[in-house]
């Protein structure tokens, strides 16, 4: 397939663009298997730079089309003038984009072989998302492993976690282009293609398998979700009756093992509003009520804040989220910008993080592994805090978001780490998505998305660790990285004997 420049980054583009067509809320799995390809076609027999390049423009596509969400906190919710909020989101999928196609430089220097293709560019591709799960504070969207939490292939996430799928996903893509792009059907391709139809039926049969038990228990459970619009949510004036808003919600629902308000639900600091607080508290001890609420919290010893969620009621407890989001938790070179625009003197934007080492909440005994928001996006930080829990919580604030696919995608994540780790998941957000998803990650009861109402269900928690809340998503990375090195070891070797014959052919000619 011959194809002008212009004509080559324009396909990538759109290769790129079309990816997220593949994850939530579209779920055309198909999609992410084409789109790298094409990719994976258009960087054979590159340069270094031309491989950067080509990857960079494929990542700006699908960062433009699948995170461009992005322009609604910063317009809607920043106060930012739309060129500025335009401007803004475009260098921020720029940003991503450059991350995204760094690693990919290292596919120039593989020996130039269908073999080394099909070895090292699933490898590159893994450790590309990997890179960005963590540079920077880390901002892991956009897995190609997700397009597979419905398929067959996610009987393979107990054992290697999504990092594992985007892998199958990757040589998947690359079996495609040597068979479509390069026309090339030669005995690795036929072995690789194998393979896939191998992992992808053995995922079939993996599904079955139960990695963890039951405890026996089952927990009626009741999510909140009180829609409150983001520009009222830290207003005075609104506060006294986002309050009342809450507990009128809740109170049909005295009694429930578990009752779930979401992130940021209480919007002050417990000090101001202690007389609610004990009410509240009273209230859900007198029913055997374990109250679950995000609420922004300050250690009274550093006057730190913190972004936490707090256990009222029929228990004890408090925890304090440990990854923050830039610019909307903290403020990076805060000294420097604050003040300078609306945007930087966000409310709540000057959290810091939790203590790493936690006790983890609990409920009726059972204990439950929390993650604030944007925390359920880091697979192994929720399959450390789910080693010994029983069940999962992650609740969210996505008014952040508008309309728009994010809550989707953000949905999407949360049931992986419910399949990941073979728990139980609860799910209790603002304004949606609001669900429970069993221990095979399926979502079993939903919200309406934008609306004020309440959720009740039951959830039975489960004991025991999946081979991937052991080992997380180490396995699959040091596997890539080793056959990177290998890959470029071999090149390596083979340009120094090459060196050597031309060297040798030179003396005999002399």
């Known amino acids: ?37 094409v990719l994976f076609w258009a960087l054979e027999n590159q340069t ?111 054992l290697g976690g999504v990092l594992l799928l985007s892998y199958i996903c ?31 039926v053995a995922g079939y049969f993996l599904q079955k398998v139960d990695w963890t038990q039951p405890t026996g228990t089952e927990l009626s459970v009741v999510l909140i979700q009180p829609n409150v619009e983001q520009e009222d949510k830290w207003s005075l004036a609104e506060q006294g009756s986002i309050l009342d808003r809450l507990v009128a919600q809740t109170e049909p629902h005295w009694g429930a093992d578990i009752i779930i308000w979401p992130e940021g639900a209480i919007p002050a600091l417990p000090r101001q509003i202690m007389d609610y607080l004990l009410e509240v508290d009273g209230k ?35 925890y304090d989220k440990t990854r923050l989001v830039p610019f909307g938790e903290y403020v990076p070179l805060e000294g420097l910008l604050r003040g300078v625009n609306r945007f930087f003197d966000l409310p709540m934007s000057s959290f810091s993080l939790g203590a790493a080492d936690q006790s983890l909440l609990t409920a009726k005994g059972e204990k439950i592994a929390t993650a604030i928001c944007y925390e359920i996006a880091y697979p192994n930080l929720v399959g450390n805090t789910a080693a010994t829990a029983t069940m999962i919580l992650t609740v969210s604030n996505d008014a952040w978001f ?78 890539s990285l080793l056959m990177c090195a290998g890959l470029l070891g071999n090149s390596r070797r083979t340009k120094i004997r090459q060196i050597k014959t031309e060297r040798g052919n030179q003396y005999d000619i002399n």
């Open 1 to 37: 397939m011959h194809l002008s420049r212009g004509q080559n980054f324009l396909a990538l583009f759109a290769s790129g663009a079309l990816m997220p067509l593949a994850l939530a809320p579209f779920s055309i799995w198909p999609i992410a298997i084409f789109s790298m390809a």
């Open 48 to 158: 270094p730079k031309q491989a950067f390049i080509k990857a960079s423009i494929f990542g700006f596509g699908l960062f433009f089309a699948g995170v461009s969400w992005v322009y609604v906190s910063i317009h809607d919710h920043g106060y930012i003038a739309a060129p500025l909020a335009f401007l803004g989101t475009i260098l921020f999928c720029l940003f991503l984009a450059l991350i995204f196609a760094a690693p990919f430089s290292l596919s120039a220097l593989f020996p130039k072989s269908p073999s080394s293709v099909l070895l090292g560019l699933p490898a590159v591709w893994v450790l590309s998302e990997w890179l960005r799960g963590w540079i920077l504070t880390g901002f892991p969207w956009l897995y190609a492993g997700y397009s597979h939490t419905d398929t067959w292939l996610n009987g393979w996430a107990p």
């Open 170 to 200: 990757a040589l998947t893509a690359a079996v495609l282009a040597q068979l479509v792009f390069r026309k090339q059907l030669g005995r690795s391709t036929i072995i690789a293609g194998s393979l896939v139809l191998a992992t992808t």
């Open 284 to 318: 859900a001890k007198v029913n055997q009520t374990t109250l679950l609420t995000g609420i922004p919290t300050q250690d009274p010893r550093n006057r730190r804040y913190f972004n936490s969620m707090l256990a009222l009621g029929d228990s004890r407890g408090q």
């Open 402 to 479: 508008g309309r728009s696919i994010a809550p989707q995608q953000h949905m999407q994540m949360a049931r992986m780490r419910a399949i990941e780790n073979a728990k139980p998941l609860m799910r209790g957000t603002n304004n949606g998505v609001s669900a429970l998803v069993d221990y095979r990650g399926t979502m079993f009861q939903q919200l309406e998305q934008f609306t004020a109402t309440e959720l009740s269900g039951t959830i039975r928690p489960r004991a025991g660790q999946t081979i991937f809340t052991q080992l997380g998503s180490w396995p699959i990375v040091i596997a």
